[in-house]
């Protein structure tokens, strides 16, 4: 009515405007009445524009007790603005399965994809070389492969256990798999308790648990002062040594390849724990360089001294100057556990001394060796490196400068330079603050110009910005601080902002920066104490199916619009988020509008609010929710 108004109004303006012409002694009357229509116009636009803005802005809620759960679907035009029909608590045992229109409504995949991982897929895997694992890394599915349907949860899907409940219990009916609790028995790694799984906290060489063993390390190196913050563990079991060190505030990016250990990684990120599907094969690992305070081989069966070292220099690449790398198992303390590894003690002594070539090489120092611990940590900075290169003719320094590049990025035996340094006891790169105040400093690379158009004062002004947004998602979806939260994840994570203004919550963040992003922001998030990977969202995420509970995507079907079909991204965000899991999209309305469209058929409820600064900004926000759904049993 307003636009029919306004019509009209401009329609009359125009006769008005046709007939005001005359003899010349009318002109001044003409004038005056153009002026007076003009004015009258104005002033009608600007008041039925603010009321229209008044009733927009009315329709959100300004506290949490206007959300219930008696919403409409996706795309309910009458709704679009209002968040008062979303539920974002669980309710897991409703069965919700007939309530969504058939529609454009994506069916429900067989029951045999309910662990499926589109890049790491087994018999997809099997058509490649074994050698340097490449059978186990990524490879994904081709256009003709993709599947347009919607991984289901197993038939009696349960919310998980809260943190920190969820460190030692997870149930069974969502990981249905009893072989680690078998095969794994005397190591402690997972045990059945009836309707549930238990994590002892146990490791094949920490079988006292892994909170004895990380004292163990913390005898040898600092682990609480705030200098360690992040740490890669390769090869981690169900990812005990991460979540242990979760308590003296270390981060950790635990990975393992989907394997014959069924389930491993998915038994991580259950527990709440950071973890991802990877292996150290033929490609760098998805990490910047200098990313990590810390690196952990718990008898991973990485053959480090292989390949002229190419394993082992490429945890070299992701290590931060003056960074620890910790190796316990084969070959660390042969002369004890030789007859235990079945191994002969000069096949074991050989092994050893290869690697402690390999690290010499480059140029790193063994700080000790310890019982069945030993720890090397790498140079501050690169400076008697270049000059041992007239000893060690092997590995080289690289040629290529670009030690960031990840994505798909073949290994090469050669080490990754540091940032230039002028003398001996310098940070190449730049010092870091302990944590936690490392989350709102000033990374390095920003402060010395590394990264293309990011200043000091940008960097400042974003902090700023996502504490407020945050505090806005405060309101829209309490749940946020009360723990309903845990796994979360950044689809396009920038500066890390929405990670360090989720600092104070319980939960960790999965920052990712997109592989084809023209800025590459992943190092200062590590530079600032937060893990993530890079990812090019035209392909699935390195995880198991109902991983996440919490997906926040800014900008990033805006980026992917024109590069891929948005329909598969939505699909893959589907797959990995946990039935009755939240996602929050940033866009502009057009790009809304085609997401709700999709979202119609993937028995989603949602809707598009306005951006928290006013219903004048052009970009909007939509907040969605999964419903709770599971697969059929199988018959018998």
Partial sequence: MHDVFVARLYSVATMAREHGGGPKIHQWDSTRNRLTWILGISGLCVLFYVLGAWQNTAAIPKSSSNLSNSGAQCGNPSNTLSSNSLDFETHHGVNINDTFPSAKRFPACPMNFSEYTPCQDQRRGRRFDRGMLVYRERHCPEKDELIRCLIPAPP????????????????????????????????????????????????????????????????????????????????????????????RNILTMSFAPRDTHEAQVQFALERGVPAMIGVIGSQRMPYPARAFDMAHCSRCLIPWFANDGLYLIEVDRVLRPGGYWILSGP??????????????????????????????????????????????????????????????????????????????????????????????????????????????????????????GITTEKFLDDNKLWKDRVTHYKHIIPPLTKGRFRNVMDMNAKLGGFAAALTKYPVWVMNVVPANSEIDTLGVIYERGFIGTYQDWCEAFSTYPRTYDLIHADGVFSIYQD???????????????????????????DVLVNIQKIAEGMKWNCRIMDHESGPFNPEKILFAVKSYWTGEPAEQ
């Fill in 156 to 247: 009696k899907y349960k919310t998980p256990f809260k943190w920190p409940q969820s460190r030692d219990y997870a149930w069974y009916d969502n990981i249905p798999h009893k072989e680690l609790s078998i095969e794994k028995a005397v190591q402690n790694w997972i045990q059945v308790e009836g309707d549930r799984f238990r994590f002892p906290g146990g490791g094949t060489m920490f079988p006292r648990g892994a909170d004895a063993y990380i004292d163990d390390i913390n005898a040898l190196i600092p682990l609480t002062d705030g200098s360690i913050r992040t740490a890669v563990d390769t090869g981690c079991g169900v990812a005990s040594w991460g979540a242990y060190l979760l308590k």
């Fill in 563 to 589: 590069r891929c079909d948005i329909t598969y991204i939505l699909l893959e965000m589907d797959r990995i988020l946990r039935p009755e899991g939240t996602v929050i999209f940033r866009d502009t309305v």
């Fill in 331 to 452: 070959p660390i303390n042969w002369k004890k556990h030789y007859r235990g590894w079945e191994r002969t003690q000069d096949d074991l002594k050989q092994e050893q001394d290869s690697i402690e070539k390999v690290a010499e090489r480059l140029c790193w120092k063994k700080v000790i060796e310890k019982d069945d611990l030993a720890v090397w940590q790498k140079p501050l900075n690169h400076i008697e490196c270049i000059e041992n290169r007239k000893i060690y003719r092997t590995p080289h320094i690289c040629k290529d400068n670009n030690g960031d590049a990840a994505w798909y990025k073949k290994l090469e035996v050669c080490i990754t330079p540091l940032p230039e340094a002028s003398k001996t006891e310098e940070v190449a790169g730049g010092q870091l603050e302990k944590w936690p105040e490392r989350a709102f400093a000033v990374p390095p690379r920003i402060s010395r110009g590394t990264i293309t």
